[in-house]
């Protein structure tokens, strides 16, 4: 799968390469929150195509350390965060607890081509980010919403859209609770995990007029990590009790286990796909291995409108 094959953005190998760098980089100096030198931050992997390369040429990373100011007792806490594109329009990506910001690469191709710069973000323990995962610290995993408030007040972000797979919806949810305005008023979820939502998204969702669709399925692709709908009960619950700021799609795993029975698809078998990635190198996850998420060119036209609806 992948490779040098046909685009799958459907766009002229050369065109990504009009991007230039990227243009997201950290310019409020934030208390509590350290960042190391700019760095190439470009993913390896031949099964990125031609479009895909071009686009993480224009990558730049940051090591990030936040101190007890930000993370109380969990400090010190590091983050990678990644930088890529030139568009006028903001995306922030996170990715859940056993992922890495790789899974993103080719939706970041896709999202570039509609005019987005793109953050990609990984919380402590995921991909490049060293150190423990905050799940395993003593305070667990509410630090994640002021890590990533911290991060998007850093690079002078307004009004961005948020695409969260997993738990790292819940640090969405959490840093969009406390304060709303650094985000605009739409948002996706990949088979959102959360162990409660705070009851301030709704209210914040209902005076900005914001929403969220949400996508589930069970898992990705044959290769993925087992999942099933039923991690997704909170946020699922959430949807059904708030219809006005949420939106539920149903889609069949290619190729997959269907764990949920009674499931019936609102898209395509090939509208969101993915499969797991060999990383010899072990620069994207100590692994050896990502999941690399492939969407079709209908998935990126419809979570691009979704986006700026």
């Given at each position: 799968?992948?490779?040098?094959?046909?685009?799958?953005?459907?766009?002229?190998?050369?065109?990504?390469?009009?991007?230039?760098?990227?243009?997201?980089?950290?310019?409020?100096?934030?208390?509590?929150?350290?960042?190391?030198?700019?760095?190439?931050?470009?993913?390896?992997?031949?099964?990125?195509?031609?479009?895909?390369?071009?686009?993480?040429?224009?990558?730049?990373?940051?090591?990030?350390?936040?101190?007890?100011?930000?993370?109380?007792?969990?400090?010190?806490?590091?983050?990678?965060?990644?930088?890529?594109?030139?568009?006028?329009?903001?995306?922030?990506?996170?990715?859940g607890l056993g992922r890495c910001s790789a899974l993103w690469a080719k939706l970041w191709t896709g999202m570039a081509a509609k005019g987005f710069s793109v953050l990609a973000v990984e919380l402590p323990g995921q991909g490049r980010a060293l150190g423990r995962s905050l799940s395993t610290r003593p305070a667990g995993g509410p630090k994640d919403g002021a890590?990533?408030?911290?991060?998007?007040?850093?690079?002078?972000?307004?009004?961005?859209?948020?695409?969260?797979?997993?738990?790292?919806?819940?640090?969405?949810?959490?840093?969009?609770?406390?304060?709303?305005?650094?985000?605009?008023?739409?948002?996706?979820?990949?088979?959102?995990?959360?162990?409660?939502?705070?009851?301030?998204?709704?209210?914040?969702?209902?005076?900005?007029?914001?929403?969220?669709?949400?996508?589930?399925?069970?898992?990705?692709?044959?290769?993925?990590?087992?999942?099933?709908?039923?991690?997704?009960?909170?946020?699922?619950?959430?949807?059904?009790?708030?219809?006005?700021?949420?939106?539920?799609?149903?889609?069949?795993?290619?190729?997959?286990?269907?764990?949920?029975?009674?499931?019936?698809?609102?898209?395509?078998?090939?509208?969101?796909?993915?499969?797991?990635?060999?990383?010899?190198?072990?620069?994207?996850?100590?692994?050896?291995?990502?999941?690399?998420?492939?969407?079709?060119?209908?998935?990126?036209?419809?979570?691009?409108?979704?986006?700026?609806?």
């Amino acid at each position: 799968a992948g490779g040098w094959g046909r685009c799958v953005c459907g766009l002229a190998p050369g065109v990504m390469a009009a991007t230039g760098s990227c243009r997201l980089r950290p310019s409020t100096p934030v208390a509590g929150l350290k960042f190391g030198a700019p760095s190439p931050g470009g993913i390896k992997s031949e099964a990125l195509d031609p479009c895909d390369r071009s686009l993480q040429d224009t990558c730049l990373q940051w090591a990030v350390e936040a101190d007890a100011s930000i993370v109380g007792e969990d400090a010190p806490a590091k983050l990678n965060i990644r930088s890529l594109g030139s568009g006028p329009k903001c995306l922030v990506t996170i990715q859940g607890l056993g992922r890495c910001s790789a899974l993103w690469a080719k939706l970041w191709t896709g999202m570039a081509a509609k005019g987005f710069s793109v953050l990609a973000v990984e919380l402590p323990g995921q991909g490049r980010a060293l150190g423990r995962s905050l799940s395993t610290r003593p305070a667990g995993g509410p630090k994640d919403g002021a890590l990533l408030r911290a991060i998007l007040t850093a690079f002078s972000t307004s009004e961005v859209c948020v695409i969260a797979e997993g738990g790292g919806s819940g640090a969405f949810a959490r840093a969009y609770a406390s304060e709303p305005a650094l985000f605009g008023a739409h948002h996706v979820l990949l088979n959102p995990v959360v162990g409660a939502v705070p009851e301030e998204v709704r209210a914040n969702m209902e005076d900005a007029g914001a929403d969220v669709t949400m996508f589930v399925a069970d898992g990705w692709g044959k290769s993925d990590t087992p999942f099933s709908l039923a991690n997704c009960a909170v946020w699922l619950e959430w949807c059904y009790t708030c219809p006005g700021q949420a939106e539920m799609v149903t889609l069949v795993p290619p190729r997959g286990a269907i764990v949920t029975g009674g499931i019936k698809p609102m898209r395509p078998e090939d509208f969101l796909c993915g499969h797991k990635v060999a990383d010899h190198a072990k620069s994207e996850s100590p692994t050896g291995d990502f999941f690399l998420l492939t969407p079709s060119p209908a998935c990126v036209q419809e979570l691009s409108m979704l986006l700026q609806k």
